[in-house]
């Protein structure tokens, strides 16, 4: 029996139940991740996520970020928000809203934020358009509505190495503190078993990955070691996509640079908000930034846990054309 479900009065009773009957295994952050449509989730989100799928209507100019997480979601936010409200708050701005506010803050997560207010349902017909949302939820679990509209998804993930150490340092971040702490090796077989946060995380990347390939204007698929390795080149392309690239005039006076710059891993992580401010009750947001570099699974994971991995995304990506760089 899972206590902390029983504990938690924002889910209805009818809720509670269906998460019971559901399959589940340790989780990372709260005591189990249940199986839903066929993805590990924490509880709390199933019920934001079937409310979302049940009432949301998109909108054909609604923009959705979605990705895997640990995979440079806050990062792929600030770029998203900065490169389409550019007009009505211009980048050198010394009141520019990325400055005082959290990317989670200006490009809401829809699992945690928009539908996490569990006794209501979100009135979201008078939001500014374009609405900016953020979600880690995969692709086939999507609400019909954004799949039949025209709106746009841009998406990123990340090599599998990396993404694991990410999610394994931040979930011993912010976990509650009577939950033990996860060790590395056991955190390891959670994620090559696909049981972590929406996963697995094969399953999530090949639902975008294909769905990119179907819709190129529709779905934009990207990876953080390209975005790391060109993010001029990646932010025109996240213009274009989003149907409004650079002009000329913009690129000489300096714009893509000074996105690049505002949107950095050293300019967020020294930000008094990032510093000091907390994501709803949840966590600091400094946890969000740890190290922002390619290959720092090198210093964590031991020959064999490289080749079992390895094992995997050959298994299940190796058919797919889609790769990654590793360091
Ligand atoms: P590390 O833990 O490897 O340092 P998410 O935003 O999806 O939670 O991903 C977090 C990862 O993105 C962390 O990686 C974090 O340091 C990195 N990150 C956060 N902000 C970034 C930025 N502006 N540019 C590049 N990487 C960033």
Known sequence: MDESIEEQDNLSQEMKEMILSLPRERGWRT????L????WCQPAEIQAISTFQNHFQAKKSDVFVATVPKSGTTWLKALTFAIINRQNHFISSKNHP????NPHDLVPFIEYTVYGKHDKIPDLSNIQEPRLFGTHIPFDSLPNSIKDSNCKIV????????TFISSWCFANKIKPPHLPTLNLEDAFEMYCNGSVGFGPFWNHMLGYW?????????????????MKEDVHFHL???????????????????????????????????LEINKIGTFGRNFENKHLFRKGEIGDWTNHLSPSMVDKLSKVIE?????????FRMK
């Open 31 to 34: 005591p189990y991740l249940y």
């Open 98 to 101: 990325l400055l005082s506010f």
């Open 315 to 323: 298994e299940k990506l190796g058919g797919s054309g889609l790769k």
């Open 36 to 39: 839903f449509q066929g993805f």
């Open 210 to 226: 294909n769905e990119s390939k179907e819709r190129p204007k529709n779905v934009l698929f990207l990876k953080y070691e390209d």
């Open 236 to 270: 025109k392309k996240m213009a274009e996509f989003f149907n409004c690239p650079f002009t000329l005039e913009e690129e000489n006076e300096g714009v893509v640079e000074n996105i690049i710059k505002l949107c950095s891993f050293e300019k967020m992580k020294e």
């Open 155 to 162: 998406y990123i993930c990340r090599n599998p190495f990396d």
